[in-house]
T-cell receptor, first 112, second 112 residues
Framework: TQLLEQSPQFLSIQEGENLTVYCNSSSVFSSLQWYRQEPGEGPVLLVTVVTGGEVKKLKRLTFQFGDARKDSSLHITAAQPGDTGLYLCAGNSGGGADGLTFGKGTHLIIQP | EAGVAQSPRYKIIEKRQSVAFWCNPISGHATLYWYQQILGQGPKLLIQFQNNGVVDDSQLPKDRFSAERLKGVDSTLKIQPAKLEDSAVYLC??????????FGDGTRLSIL
């Protein structure tokens, strides 16, 4: 069974600070996705990383896929209250249509 | 484009009762997924359909859970009889080949 470990589980910081969320596994994934989920809603895709070492930027969010495709990180610069939410990493071990293996998520609170 | 539609949004039943959830995927999406998200955890894949055929149901508790997608479009997930540990949000997602999954807002099930 493939597992994705996310850390930290909970993070509360002040507006303007930087933060990094980690997603680690002992298994290799063909691709890894980051989702953001708000209460009462389904997960919304932020980014997909496919190539080992790949770095993608989405405004103040920077996503990195490990060289061995076993881990990933999400870095947020100058966090804002609108960034508050549950951040989930999810791995796809086979083809693009396979079901996803999710981590437990990181609950992020940005205080004004 | 219209998103993934799920109903009902909330359901409260007593243990040992039956319950059914409905999902209408994004038009043209051949692949449909059902996930279970227990409070404080990431979603867990229950079953994956490709058109009206089952691709993966390895994590579906088949003694009480069943799902169908008879015409390759809408899908229903049923639990009979429900147990206390089935309290969760049930998420439906759909995708076209090799494209990211789009999630509905889920059905929140509470078992009393």
């Amino acid at each position: 069974t493939q597992l994705l470990e996310q850390s930290p589980q909970f993070l509360s910081i002040q507006e303007g600070e930087n933060l990094t969320v980690y997603c680690n596994s002992s298994s290799v994934f063909s691709s890894l996705q980051w989702y953001r989920q708000e209460p009462g809603e389904g997960p919304v895709l932020l980014v997909t990383v496919v190539t080992g070492g790949e770095v993608k930027k989405l405004k103040r969010l920077t996503f990195q896929f490990g060289d061995a495709r076993k881990d990933s990180s999400l870095h947020i610069t100058a966090a804002q209250p609108g960034d508050t939410g549950l951040y989930l990493c999810a791995g796809n071990s086979g083809g693009g249509a396979d079901g996803l293996t999710f981590g437990k998520g990181t609950h992020l609170i940005i205080q004004p | 484009e219209a998103g993934v539609a799920q109903s009902p949004r909330y359901k409260i039943i007593e243990k040992r009762q039956s319950v059914a959830f409905w999902c209408n995927p994004i038009s043209g999406h051949a692949t449909l997924y059902w996930y279970q998200q227990i409070l404080g955890q990431g979603p867990k894949l229950l079953i994956q359909f490709q058109n009206n055929g089952v691709v993966d149901d390895s994590q579906l508790p088949k003694d009480r859970f069943s799902a169908e997608r008879l015409k390759g479009v809408d899908s229903t997930l049923k639990i009979q009889p429900a147990k206390l540990e089935d309290s969760a949000v049930y998420l439906c997602a759909s995708s076209s080949w090799n494209q990211p999954q789009h999630f509905g807002d889920g059905t929140r099930l509470s078992i009393l």
